[in-house]
């Protein structure tokens, strides 16, 4: 499965790059730019890297939309980051089952008119010649 060129946060469309080290300053593995909404994401690491830089840039992204500005929010993106990705990988059969159920789309409701039969009407028997 090729990387996504974008990832949509919110309501916001993040445009995913990938960047050389030398793009990144070097010691960057990614950073994540709200006022253009860009992700940028360091190529060259290994594939676990890339899950782990990917979904802190997303983790940043959520926190910026949600206004998590906290002075440790790079700290708690890290460990968030870090955790998820280690039970993403452990469980990827829970992880699999629980992404479907946020893609089902909601069952239309079927109208009940359509199921209840009408009562047959009765003849008055006043009526009757
Ligand atoms: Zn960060």
Not at 18 to 25: A, C, H, L, P, W
Request: glycine share 6%.
């Amino acid at each position: 499965m090729s990387a996504p060129k974008e990832v949509d946060v919110l309501g916001f469309t993040y445009t995913v790059q990938f960047v050389s080290s030398d793009e990144s300053g070097g010691d960057k593995l990614g950073w994540c730019d709200f006022t253009n909404l860009q992700i940028y994401i360091t190529e060259g690491q290994p594939k676990s890297g890339l899950a782990n830089t990917f979904l802190h840039e997303v983790i940043h992204a959520v926190n910026y939309s949600m206004g998590i500005t906290s002075g440790k929010e790079e700290q708690l993106t890290n460990r968030l980051a870090n955790g998820f990705c280690a039970v993403w990988k452990e469980n990827p059969a829970a992880f699999k089952w629980w992404s479907d159920l946020l893609q089902e789309k909601p069952k239309r409701k079927v109208p009940r008119r359509a199921a209840v039969k009408k009562k047959p009407r009765r003849r008055n028997p006043r009526s009757r010649k």
